[in-house]
């Protein structure tokens, strides 16, 4: 069974900074893809950053202010959003694709966490 954990999510103005992280644990083999997706009130879940081995991707609305980084050692990712705008504001949900064996893969979610961007 593997588990995503979150944390870093909170209330900052516009302008600000906020630092997510999310470690995965339990009977992990290989990490595949790591990364963050969005959800606001009444819209679609979105992809914000992702890292696979050598390649990272952002969404078009946070590059340039978001930056994801990963600690292997760790099985953790992070997620430095920088420049935080109003539109920005949603529940942030871990997700990785996850090898708990060589012949064993399947996707997991995070429990979420709020990040608002208010004055």
């Known amino acids: 069974q593997v588990q995503l954990v979150e944390s870093g999510g909170g209330l900052v103005q516009p302008g600000g900074s906020l630092r997510l992280s999310c470690v995965a644990s339990?009977?992990?083999?290989?990490?595949?893809?790591m990364g963050w997706y969005r959800q606001a009130p009444g819209k679609q879940r979105e992809l914000v950053a992702a890292?696979?081995?050598?390649?990272?991707t952002y969404a078009d609305s946070v590059t340039g202010r978001f930056t994801l980084s990963r600690d292997n050692a760790k099985s953790t990712v992070y997620l430095q959003m920088d420049s935080l705008k109003p539109e920005d504001t949603a529940v942030y949900y871990c997700n990785a694709d996850i090898s708990s064996t060589r012949y064993a893969r399947a996707d997991y979610w995070g429990q979420g966490t709020q990040v608002t961007v208010s004055s």
């Open positions: 339990g009977t992990i083999f290989s990490i595949n893809v």
């Open positions: 890292i696979t081995t050598g390649r990272i």
